[in-house]
């Protein structure tokens, strides 16, 4: 008898044919948590589960008793309630490594958009206010030659440093709580404390994981001690930031611009008050969306959904 696995998020065709091929499985686009509801009533017994974003705690399991491996489609697995997971003897997996280089692309691409305020400068266009080239108000500053500064110089860390190293000549700083002698010498990546890292790049950008540790760690000390000139750009995740003291220095230009890919809140409200802040920069939490990689981070996935299930240790076991 094939094990049972319960799909919660939008695969691509072949992923999910490959799953149905070695499980009996439950789909779904989206999970509904109602009582009752068919996702609920395929919790009950599915010994996997595969999706993204869907909040795995205590209550959800003891919704799910059968369960085996948690697969999660993202690197970020800060949804996944890991010592709960592990208590319970079961296994939890995520995607790292097949998504550095698109996430990275994002990331710099929101870096230089920001610097260069680009979006800013479309609606300008658009608006027809482009009346003279020469105007200052077009003005942005510059990427290459400066400093980054940045935090959580990890998988996808290593492909934003390459590029602003070999690509715009950057000079690079970093803070991890451990020092990274290979990358070190790879990229001439100089360690330094969190604090004097702020002070110092031209370019903050952060890319740690969300943990306890990390949960609101830029917050109105950390902005104050950074340039008046800085560009903060926040790829990990919303709650590593105090949200309230970003648009405070925003609006009171303790630092220039910010670019930002992830929020407390996803989707942001309709009335959030960064929505009306020209010098920041808002993505829709795209980094890693492209079709090719989200492709590649389904089948990863996938496969440890089925390893996992056969008895096998799936590739990317999350450790406890
Ligand atoms: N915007 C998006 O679409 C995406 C966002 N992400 C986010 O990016 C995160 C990082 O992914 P990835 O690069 O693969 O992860 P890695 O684990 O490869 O890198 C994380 C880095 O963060 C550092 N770090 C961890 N805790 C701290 C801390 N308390 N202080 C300083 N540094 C710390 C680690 O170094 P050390 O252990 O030495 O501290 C490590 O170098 C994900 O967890 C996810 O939240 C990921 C993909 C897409
Ligand atoms: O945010 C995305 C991820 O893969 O983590």
Not at 121 to 148: A, E, P
Not at 238 to 253: K, M, N, P, Q, R
Not at 277 to 286: E, F, G, S, Y
Request: charged share 25%.
């Amino acid at each position: 008898m094939k094990p049972k696995a319960l799909v919660y998020s939008k695969l691509p065709e072949e992923v999910l044919e490959y799953v149905r091929e070695h499980c009996e499985t439950s789909s779904f686009d989206a999970p509904d948590n109602t009582p009752g509801s068919p996702f609920t009533e395929a919790l009950k017994d599915a010994e996997g589960l595969l999706g993204a974003g869907l909040k795995v705690d205590a209550a959800f399991l003891d919704r799910a008793p059968q369960l085996k491996i948690v697969s999660n489609i993202s690197v970020g697995y800060d949804n996944l309630i890991i010592p709960e997971i592990s208590r319970r003897g079961i296994m939890a997996t995520n995607t790292p490594g097949v998504l550095n280089d698109t996430v990275a692309d994002t990331i710099f691409g929101l870096l230089v958009a920001t610097a260069r305020r680009m979006p800013e400068l479309d609606r300008y266009v658009r608006n027809g206010q482009w009346k003279d080239s020469r105007d200052d108000v077009q003005f942005g500053l510059d990427v290459h030659h400066k400093t980054l500064g940045i935090i959580g110089l990890g998988g996808i860390g290593e492909k934003i440093v390459q590029r602003a190293r070999f690509g715009f000549d950057m000079d690079i700083i970093y803070h991890n709580r451990s020092r990274n002698p290979k990358l070190e010498e790879q990229y001439g990546a100089v360690y330094r404390t969190l604090d004097e890292l702020l002070v110092e790049a031209d370019f903050v950008c952060l890319m740690t994981p969300l943990t306890p540790e990390t949960r609101g760690m830029i917050g109105e000390r950390e902005f104050k001690l950074m340039k008046k000139s800085a560009i903060f750009i926040n790829g990990s995740r919303g709650a590593t930031v105090d949200e309230e003291a970003l648009i405070e220095a925003l609006h009171s230009g303790t630092i220039w611009a910010a670019g930002l890919d992830v929020y407390v809140q996803e989707p942001l409200p309709d009335n959030h008050p960064l929505l009306s802040l020209d010098n920041a920069v808002l993505l829709p939490h795209i980094g890693s969306a492209t079709r090719e990689t989200r492709l590649e981070m389904a089948w990863t996935a996938a496969r440890n959904l089925v390893a996992g299930l056969e008895g096998k240790t799936p590739p990317n076991l999350i450790q406890a």
